[in-house]
């Protein structure tokens, strides 16, 4: 009887806990109490320059119409129609005006949209625009269709729903970007990225305001375009894994309809490995190549004594320069390690021929020699760090990743333009927080703010070592979108609490287009669990990141004793982890609040109780499933620790609450075996144990050191 | 202190209550109490014709490898490829043997295969196999190739973990299949389908061993297929939206490697609207054409009484027979309601010229003269069941749905072949149940068992008035491998649970291959609600789905006042309600079973109980976000209905459980209740009323009508 009773209140509670416990990844929007009305806030990253919204609403409804008054081109056209396309899937509403054509569309609607000219995809084209949203009318004002085309990301964005309808609020934006240079580089070589994964990656780079897409295409890992020249640079260097000419041609298409350029790179004179297997006799040492399959620096590299080395690159480089219209042409020129060109006797000869003391001094002619070939091809050179040499040409661009950091400054005074990648490298795990926080004009690097003019932008770098083609989407948002406000928006954005609150927004806004990185970690989940009610597993797997930086390669040779390679399944924990443990930094931040004045603020206690006490008990309910998936057992470590922690949190919370203080030894000894807890397991940490440190020293009063 | 006595005790509870309710859609493997390990369960859809599972246990792990004997083409190539690609996605076992290539297969391996020949991708081929899995050793045995496909698909199927890591479950299985025909029909032109869409269904099509795609080409509302002979057909045709020659040789070829046939269907004389924008010449009504944009059957038709038609017909045949290397070509032939030929004085002299005493005899006309075009293109005509006609060539094909099915015995008998779609129409949002329990081979329509030979197979169709490109795995799967095992398996095969088993388990295998059914739902649900945390909305998303057949069509002309169109957003409720909802399912089973011996059965009381006041629950906490989001109304009716009925359910469970008999007014009040809430709303219902109907009929011991 007793046991009936129980369970019948356990079961309400079950229900009210399950609806209100509020516990699960991404739902940052707070569930309401019974009874009070869902509020949804407008909410826009980037953040717009100027945005001042009112009280008035326009409403969403069947005889919403577009009005196009002056300049009316191909990429408004497809920009009108993508945001009613849009519209109708967040909405549902069923428009009447179905399909907009350059005949049907008319100079009256409800939104006007004002265009003086055509908007050209080119670097330094203007992208401004000012929108005027009142009950009845909506105003678009643009002085090129680039601006409309950003206007209606905003507006899109700013569509929002209450018991009323759907709604536009009403308000005044005007907004410009800061950096006129605002890319994303994707490496389809370490392992193959898609033309459709392309394709909708440029959707989610248009809705966040970007418009450089840099194509990394060769590397030591694949040969990822197709030459119709030299055919046997893709057939052989590829695994069949490679980009069309077509493929390239419908990218740079709807790059450019989007208003975003396609900036291609050709990496020389290193990581090359994948041109030798069909064209050794552009190495510097006579060998069979096989492509590479593993990560790092490799030695093979293009021998730049040859005359011949340089024929071909101009018949190539030549080939696709056609295929590419922008003006800019990105040969790479980094971490070239020397070694084969130390080791051969031809180049030893040709060194002394030259009197080059180094190989610096050939890298240097060899990257000069091709920068004429691009100049002949009628492009400018971008290279990496690497290549800057306060020598060379004024128009050539540097993209500055880590090497010449401390050279940017002289170079920018002598002239020079630069993009800048450091900081941005979305392949490392970091936080969107650590991403956003670096603006690309850093007084570490530039004293002299005049010369903020000379850097262009920047572009967040997805390298593929730990990405597929079934991953990448996860991987590159939310986070870049944080990135993408730090190039676009104003300087003074700087309160990282709200900028999670636009990016938490703009991640559900994505999944809504189409992207898939919220499903990929769901269809992950379950690929791992192998049944579908994946909710304990993603307790823990929602507070766990991968290991920052490059560690994961070192963690996983120590833990298998061999290297990764390109054809390890990237299916594991680890693989489907956020960088960014959204759950982890909102326990995190609770926290953080509370012991600013934990008298002040017994609801975050209650939160953070509730939530050690779920996490408390997950433990005991995932160890089976965890024991019954071999690849779940790296993550065993970090679910017992969770437990484990959350039960010390709890004694600590206690004392907190009391006001008392615990003694130094305990708060020593849990600080301690917190401590050990912070090991990486399965090239991931668990991301919530700094925050229960916090209560621990808190309780026990320890000094912090 | 009550209070928080309550929450602690709360929530401990809501912590058990999340991880073992169990209660979330697809779960259908039973969550384990703690402590007890977790099971799977090898499980293969289709249902080999002899599979019997032993004791031993192959292990995958690093040293897994495949050698080759006898005959290695390269459908063997691929399919090897992507086994090994699959497995490695699913274990994250890293195999030490990367890339499969002709080189470096060798005759050695755990995993050993044996063919004697090429697998040609042709109706008949030989598509049996044999598995031998022991200890050490796995062994597979086929003719062709395209039996090595399907074991490998099997085996894929049957890997499976526990504690001591992945394994293949030791046993022998033989397996081929009952029909030859195991088609799905694609209409890539009510809603354009992309080739990225089609490519994926290859993908899962293999895994549930169907072997033709069937691919609708062109219809009122689109004309979907490049044409380099009559541009203006595309152009004009599809808004930009269609399959370019390229992508249909990537397609085909792509097919091809995966054993399965790709028949295009051009459907005539009806269906024709989106050609004549183009080519308003070949249409019987002299006109300016647009493509259609509503559904249902349109009045627009080829001109038959033109020798230019047959001209145009000729070329257009020519070019596509070309493109598409089955002998088998699709001509439709279907659904032409003759008005225009009625309206035509051109067509009325005509048919008096030609002595036709109706439209009927004027189409057979038309079919006849089009069947001649296809032959003298080397093809053999198919067409839906309105082509039929006793006196025609005996190597035509018919495509039995609803016409004619009355007509089949005498034409099978004639000696006659025919493809059945009859039941197994998957746009119309019946269960899997439903079509599954259909033999292609039906005592109603079919007395002499001896003409089951004449009968080919079945396709399965999509047709896609409600279903875009972004939702259309969703559509199709897993309901189409229901069919699948249909056409496939023994006719013995009549158990729906162990049927849906299969049918769960095959879903989640399709999940991790990528196919995305799963994923859209989910996504789906985050749209609607705009929130994350969408548990409560998917409660009773669970439990709907949309009305059967072709209702939905007049439901919304009822509630909108107009007609559904091509650009009618399908982001509703009703787009993401599942055909077959399994949560209802699973629920109105243990209800089923239940009610059969209510004393026997006390956990089964628990679970209804627990699942019941969930329900009932469930209400109070969506209605506020059911309110905020304007489509989200349209599922209010049900969910305020979920609340009640789990109440009046409750209440009846209480005299079931206490064997007590309630008063038959009491029974019968509640009935009607009941009743009132199986209207449809929103053109969904809700499915488990039908359940709680039989809780109190139970209860109040009513007579069942």
């Known amino acids: 009887m007793m046991k009936n009773y129980f369970w019948g209140l356990a079961l309400v509670l079950v229900i009210l806990g399950a609806v209100y416990s ?26 717009p320059r100027l945005m001042e919204l009112n009280r008035e609403r326009f409403q969403i409804d069947r005889q919403f119409s577009i009005g196009y008054s002056s300049y009316l081109g191909e990429k408004s056209l497809l920009a009108v129609n993508r945001f009613m396309k849009n519209l109708g899937t967040i909405s549902a509403v069923d428009f009447a005006q179905q399909l907009y054509t350059k005949e049907n569309l008319s100079s009256e609607g409800s939104l006007l949209i004002m265009c003086t000219r055509e908007g050209e995809t080119r670097l330094g084209e203007s992208e401004s625009y000012t929108l005027n949203i009142s009950n009845d009318l909506i105003l678009l004002r643009a002085e090129s269709e680039l601006g409309i085309l950003h206007a209606l990301e905003t507006l899109l964005q700013l569509a929002t729903s209450d018991e009323r309808g759907w709604y536009f609020p009403g308000g005044k934006i005007e907004d410009e970007p800061r950096f006129a240079w605002r890319g994303l580089m994707i490496d389809p070589c370490r392992h193959f990225i898609s033309k459709e994964t392309i394709m909708r990656n440029l959707d989610a780079m248009a809705a966040v ?25 893709h057939l052989k260097g590829s695994d069949g894994d490679y980009l069309s000419q077509d493929d390239i041609r419908d990218i740079v298409h709807y790059a450019d309809l989007l208003g975003i350029r396609v900036v291609p790179e050709f990496d020389m004179p290193g990581h090359t490995t994948a041109w030798f297997p069909g064209h050794p006799e552009l190495a510097t040492i006579d060998s069979v190549y096989t492509i590479a399959r593993t990560w790092g620096v490799h030695d093979p590299v293009f021998n730049p004594a040859r005359e011949s080395t340089y024929q071909f ?76 040499d306060l020598g060379m040409d004024k128009a050539i661009i540097t993209q500055f990743w880590w090497p010449r950091m401390k ?15 450091n900081g941005y490298y979305i392949d490392l795990f970091e936080t969107a927080e650590s991403h956003w926080l670096r603006d690309p004009v850093r007084e570490e690097y530039i004293k002299n703010p005049e010369l903020e003019k000379q850097i262009l932008g920047g572009e967040a770098t997805m390298w593929t070592e ?60 379950r690929n791992m669990a192998g049944i579908t009610n994946v909710e304990p597993l993603r307790t823990v797997m929602d507070l766990l990141s991968p290991v920052r930086s490059y560690r994961r390669h070192q963690l996983y040779i120590e833990a298998n004793g061999r290297k990764y390679t390109q054809a390890t399944p990237l299916t594991r924990p680890v693989d489907y982890a956020w960088s960014d443990a959204p759950a982890a930094r909102k326990f995190n931040q609770t926290v953080r ?14 939160n ?20 019954a998936r071999p690849q779940l057992r790296e993550i065993l ?43 990486p397991a399965g090239e991931m940490e668990l991301q919530i144990l700094a925050a229960i440190d916090q209560i621990v020293i808190k309780a026990a009063n320890v000094p912090v050191e």
């Open 22 to 47: 509020g516990y699960r990844v991404h739902d940052f929007v707070r569930n309401p109490k019974i009874g009070e009305p869902v509020r949804f806030e407008p909410s826009v990253m980037p953040q």
């Open 209 to 233: 305001k970007l418009n450089v897409l840099h194509l990394h295409l060769t590397e030591d890992q694949g040969f990822r375009i197709e030459s119709k020249r030299f055919p046997n640079l």
């Open 313 to 388: 690159l101009d018949e190539f480089i030549g080939e696709m320069a056609a295929l590419f219209p922008d003006p800019y042409f990105h040969i790479g020129g980094d971490e070239n390690n020397g070694k084969h060109w130390s080791r051969s006797p031809e180049i030893a000869a040709f060194k002394k021929e030259k009197k080059f003391k180094d190989n610096h001094e050939l890298q240097v002619y060899f990257i000069d020699r091709v920068k004429e070939i691009v100049k002949k091809h009628g492009k400018t050179t971008i290279g990496w760090g690497e290549i800057l």
């Open 407 to 421: 050279d940017m400054e002289k170079a920018l005074a002598a002239g020079y333009r630069g993009i800048i990648s």
């Open 466 to 525: 730990f990405v597929t083609d079934e991953l990448f989407d996860k991987r590159v948002w939310p986070r870049t979108a944080a990135i993408a406000e730090r190039f676009w928006s104003e300087k003074s954005l700087w309160d990282i609490d709200t900028m999670y609150e636009r990016l938490d927004a703009v991640s559900r806004h994505l999944d809504r287009l189409g992207i898939r990185h919220l499903q990929i970690y769901d269809a992950g989940l």
């Open 593 to 606: 609040r509370y012991l600013d004045a934990p008298k002040m603020n017994a609801a975050l206690h209650s």
């Open 608 to 627: 953070i109780k509730e939530q050690l006490e779920l996490w408390k008990n997950n433990h005991i309910a995932l160890e089976p499933l965890l024991k």
């Open 637 to 679: 470590f970090h679910s017992e620790n969770l437990s484990k922690a959350s039960a010390i949190g709890l004694e600590a919370l206690k004392f907190v609450k009391k006001g008392k203080t615990a003694e130094r030894h305990w708060g020593e000894v849990h600080l301690k075996t917190l401590n050990a807890m912070k090991e």
